[in-house]
T-cell receptor
């Protein structure tokens, strides 16, 4: 079946602009995660959605970052007033359930460049 | 707090050599899972293996094998007879019961870049 998809694959924006990154999880997966991969910080957890529960936002680096998940499926990560340090690859993953022992399946990522 | 350490930043081998990627972890959980992911040049993280903390049996899958030792908090990954297609960044990761109910997130190591040449 189809894997996790993300769009756009690349995004170049100017400092101060807002961006939206999209993730389509694997059909039937109830858990969805956002991670960020940057040279200086490695792979960092950002936010986690599980079904209709309140999301775990503990990894969001600032209040400029927000995410939502509509209808328990597609998710959008929004970065407001982008800064150069936001440049990174943003990875989305989904798993069958939110149980901590389930493997997570990752999308190809969105490479964000803030000029 | 959880922590995963991959001390080897980069390894270069010649094809057909065996190579072991090290992973050391720290956790206070008694029940946890360890994972290995592969990130080829295309960028997509590919799941390789999951191992729970109660199962210390070594696992072999083709040319891949994993050695889990709780006594040394290590979960090492060996590729036998390496091939050029094995060239990638390999990440070790950890998730555990946690204490806040939000332990589904993975804690990753910094990755080991493996370069296999002819």
């Amino acid at each position: 079946g189809a894997g996790v998809s993300q769009s756009p694959s690349n995004k170049v924006t100017e400092k101060g602009k807002d961006v939206e990154l999209r993730c389509d999880p694997i059909s039937g997966h109830t858990a969805l995660y956002w991670y960020r991969q940057s040279l200086g910080q490695g792979l960092e957890f950002l936010i986690y959605f599980q079904g209709n529960s309140a999301p775990d936002k503990s990894g969001l680096p600032s209040d400029r970052f927000s995410a939502e998940r509509t209808g328990g499926s597609v998710s959008t990560l929004t970065i407001q007033r982008t800064q150069q340090e936001d440049s990174a690859v943003y990875l989305c993953a989904s798993s069958h359930s939110g149980s901590w022992y389930n493997e997570q399946f990752f999308g190809p990522g969105t490479r964000l460049t803030v000029l | 707090a959880q922590k995963v350490t991959q001390a080897q930043t980069e390894i270069s081998v010649v094809e057909k050599e065996d190579v072991t990627l090290d992973c050391v972890y720290e956790t206070r959980d008694t029940t946890y899972y360890l994972f290995w992911y592969k990130q080829p040049p295309s960028g997509e993280l590919v799941f390789l293996i999951r191992r729970n903390s109660f199962d210390e049996q070594n696992e072999i899958s083709g040319r891949y094998s994993w050695n889990f030792q709780k006594s040394t908090s290590s979960f090492n990954f060996t590729i036998t007879a390496s091939q050029v297609v094995d060239s990638a960044v390999y990440f070790c990761a950890l998730s555990g019961e946690g204490s806040t109910g939000t332990a589904s997130k993975l804690t990753f190591g910094t990755g080991t870049r493996l370069q296999v040449t002819l």
